[in-house]
Structures are given as C-alpha cells and as structure tokens.
C-alpha cells in the first residue's frame, strides 16, 4: 500500500480504561499515524452502555503513548466555549509534546442534547455558532490576545498561556459534509475528515477543492480524510476491512481513487486483532 497515505484508528469508550491504555499501546506499537477518541455524552450506537468523556480520556491516553499522533474525533461545539476548548487543546498538546490533532464539528447526534438540556438550534444556527468558534480558537491559539465580537461568542484582551507546544498552532481537523461547512474547512483546516459512500465523497472532495481554488488557497494542503466504521461499511456494500488484509485494501482503495489519502477506522474486534497486526505489517 502507498505510505504517503496516513492511517489511524478510532476507539470504543465503552471499553474498561485499562483496556483502553492496552489498546492504545498496541496501535501505537503496530505503527498507526493516528489514534482518536469521540466526544459524546453516551454512545450514539448503544445509549445505554458505559461511555467515558471524551477530552479528559483523549489527556490520559495521550500520556500513555509517546509516538502516535492523538485527537477527538470530532468535539462538539455545542458542548463548551471556544475557549475552553482552546485551552485543553494546549494543555493536551504540551502533555503530549506537540503530538496533538485539534478535531472540531459543529455537532449532530440530537438525542444527546435532548437528552442532557443542551441548545442544539437549526442547521444554519449550528455552522453560524461553529464558525465563529473555528475563528475564536485559531486566534486564540496563534496570537498574544484577542478581541472577538460575534453573535455567539464575544472575547475581550482573551489572552491564553502557554503557547501549544506546535506552532503556529495544532493541526485543526474538521468534520464536514455540506457546502457551507466545507467553505469554513477550505479557510481554517488542515484536515477534513468526512464518511460516506464514494460517491458522496467524490463530490464532497470537489466542493472542498473549488472552495480552497476560491480564496486562493492550495487544496494539497488539506488532508482528505476518511472515517469508516463497519455496520456504515457494510450498508453500503463494503467488507469489514479488518476482515482480511485484502478486504482492508479494496476499502482504501476505492476511496482513494476519488481522493482520499487518510482513513480512520474504529478498532478492530477483539478476534480480529490478530488480523489487524496483518494488517498493518503489510501497511508499515
């Protein structure tokens, strides 16, 4: 397989902590670029099951690994302010040693907020609030102060300290499936992280491509990214990739063929950790 392609897994946070801290290891040993976390309040899958909070699970693991890239796949801007979330990236990121990947979205999984008495708001409202924050962070990350006034989010003399370890600030990875949102990725990203059919993911990277072509910004600096779990997979006709080393290849390849040149997998089951070490001899 191409090594110019990066590979990462996403993990179950329904899972003891302990076999967390195991899991990450191994990934790390077997030679992942990237492992990530999620940021739900209970499991979108199984409501009903165990879930540990995403951002403060994301600071043990990362301290628990030494190599590997580290994210949250994506946080939710409808769980905290910008700022918060701008201060435990640094905090994640100097815990780490500048292994940090910044993942923001602008929420989706409505149940949770319902749920939990959280504003969720039209879709318009929902990529208003995120690009506002996207532009509150990424000042807050790179300069000595900042003065914002939107309509969601107002910031005065806002000043954070220290600096992230990575500068001019920690890669942000964005979740994006619509015009608008990939308009605010072609500004502020360093990769889109996106799921769906082929299809749908051509011509998503299309719209990202003409969006950056738009502003003047070359898309080649944009990571493509796929995220792909298996029920997903399959209701569209694909294998489980970690059913065999083939079965891994012909889902890389078919997205790769419209542009992708990252994909995130969850993790393997436990019977089929054995095949992902396969898996990912023939990939390293």
């Not at 191994?26 to 940021?39: A, N, P, Q, R, T």
């Not at 409501?47 to 890239?69: C, H, K, M, N, Q």
């Not at 107002?154 to 499936?177: K, S």
């Not at 749908?200 to 779990?229: Q, T, V």
């Amino acid at each position: 397989m191409n090594r110019t392609t990066r590979y990462g897994i996403c993990t179950d946070q329904s899972l003891p902590y302990s076999t967390l801290v195991d899991r990450w290891r191994l990934y790390e040993e077997l030679g992942f670029d990237s492992i990530w976390d999620c940021d739900h309040f209970m499991r979108p899958s199984n409501p009903g099951s165990d879930y540990f909070e995403g951002w403060t699970l994301l600071a043990a693991l990362g301290a628990e690994t030494s190599r590997i890239r580290v994210g949250c796949l994506v946080a939710s801007n409808t769980f905290r302010h910008p700022a918060l979330l701008a201060q435990q990236a640094i905090t994640i990121d100097h815990i780490t040693d500048g292994r940090l990947e910044l993942g923001i979205g602008a929420g989706w999984f409505v149940e949770e907020h319902e749920r939990f008495g959280l504003q969720f708001g039209s879709p318009g409202e929902l990529v208003d609030r995120f690009q506002e924050a996207v532009e509150v962070i990424d000042s807050l990350l790179r300069d000595e102060t900042t003065d914002y006034q939107g309509r969601y989010y107002q910031l005065q003399g806002a000043r954070l300290r220290p600096e992230p370890v990575q500068r001019p600030r920690p890669p942000l990875t964005m979740g994006a499936h619509k015009p608008r949102m990939l308009g605010i990725c072609a500004r502020f990203a360093d990769r889109w992280n996106s799921y769906g059919t082929v299809e749908e993911m051509a011509h998503r990277n299309r719209l990202l491509d003409e969006a950056c072509m738009k502003i003047g910004r070359n898309p080649a600096e944009i990571i493509r990214s796929f995220y792909g779990w298996v029920p997903n997979l399959e209701s569209m006709g694909m294998p489980d990739p970690w059913g065999s080393p083939d079965a891994f290849s012909e889902v890389v390849g078919r997205y790769t063929e419209v542009g992708m040149n990252e994909f995130i997998f969850d993790q393997p089951r436990p019977d089929q950790l054995d095949q992902a070490a396969q898996i990912a001899a023939r990939i390293f």
